[in-house]
């Protein structure tokens, strides 16, 4: 678990994650061996012991990525006892989990994110500052498809206003530049007022609570499904939604999907082209145009 931490530079939540999987998976080899009376130890682990493991997941109707992930987790295991000279072989190089479905991602129609961000508030009414918040929230989700630990891990010194530039950590600690426009900046100028006039304490955080503590993850999640709870077709209301837009707009709108890509911090194309799926509506609707699929 150090290994994966502080080499690897996990998250702590898949590390621990990735700890309940193996103690899992150990549990399984305790109960084989008092049931078969084998003693079971690193090197007596192969792939039929493994494959009997997922099999019992699969009929636990756990979904194939949990299966998978749980998978992941006693390969990663392996391939670090074979790297410390533990086992000489790795035993589970061929072991394959579940197939699991591309979930075709949930987005906002373009005229529907409009309407939903360009709403115009009460002139009359004094913004709080919560309120300021949320909206450069939902704004910055939409035009910069970061996720929402992304958001929440945003400092201060990460924007750039002059060179109009956000800095994100994500997966992996790998950091990247995202581009912004002037809307943005405006709404981030004005958030940095309300937030001066408001908020007493200081802190390194961008996105902050009334009393200067960073925003929880729970916090933006709440916000955002509030806001997008007023699209009543809308069947997820949850950050990522807003970020799948970003991409399908992006796709759309004839941007390049490895350009995308780096936007969205993705290590491989494979990431990035399920939003493709989008893009066939749209040649669907110029197709529509064709004198043939008039008749």
């Not at 939540?13 to 084989?32: I, R």
């Not at 002059?162 to 981030?188: C, H, S, W, Y």
Request: aromatic share 10%.
């Amino acid at each position: 678990m150090e290994y994966m931490r502080y080499e690897r530079n996990y998250s702590a939540h898949t590390v621990t994650s990735y700890a309940n999987d193996l103690l899992q998976f150990v549990a399984f080899l305790e109960e084989k061996e008092a049931a078969e009376g084998a003693v079971f130890d690193v090197d007596g682990v192969d792939a039929g012991i493994v494959r009997e493991w997922l099999m019992i997941l699969m009929k636990q109707s756990l979904s194939a990525t949990s299966v998978n992930r749980k998978l992941s987790a006693v390969q990663s295991f392996f391939t670090y006892a074979v790297r410390k000279g533990v086992i000489r072989k790795h035993p589970l190089r061929l072991v394959k989990g579940p197939k699991k479905p591309k979930p075709i991602p949930y987005f906002i129609k373009e005229r529907e994110v409009i309407n939903l961000l360009d709403e115009k508030p009460d002139v009359s009414i004094r913004l709080g500052f919560e309120v300021v918040r949320n909206q450069l929230m939902l704004e910055m989700f939409y035009e910069t498809g970061i996720r929402c630990a992304e958001l929440v891990g945003i400092r201060d010194a990460d924007v750039d206003m002059d060179a109009m530039l956000l800095k994100v950590t994500g997966k992996r600690n790998k950091q990247r530049l995202i581009p912004f426009a002037n809307r943005l900046k405006e709404m981030i100028t004005y958030y940095y007022n309300v937030r001066a006039r408001e908020v007493e304490a200081d802190s390194l955080s961008f996105f902050v609570r009334k009393d200067g503590r960073p925003v929880t993850s729970a916090i933006v999640y709440y916000a955002v499904k509030k806001k997008l709870s007023l699209i009543p077709a809308l069947a997820r209301h949850s950050p990522h939604v807003l970020r799948h837009t970003f991409a399908t707009g992006m796709l759309n709108d004839g941007a390049e999907i490895s350009a995308v890509g780096k936007l969205l911090g993705h290590s491989s194309l494979a990431s990035t082209s399920v939003y493709t799926h989008v893009t066939f509506e749209e040649l669907k609707k110029v197709y529509n145009a064709h004198p043939r699929a008039k008749k």
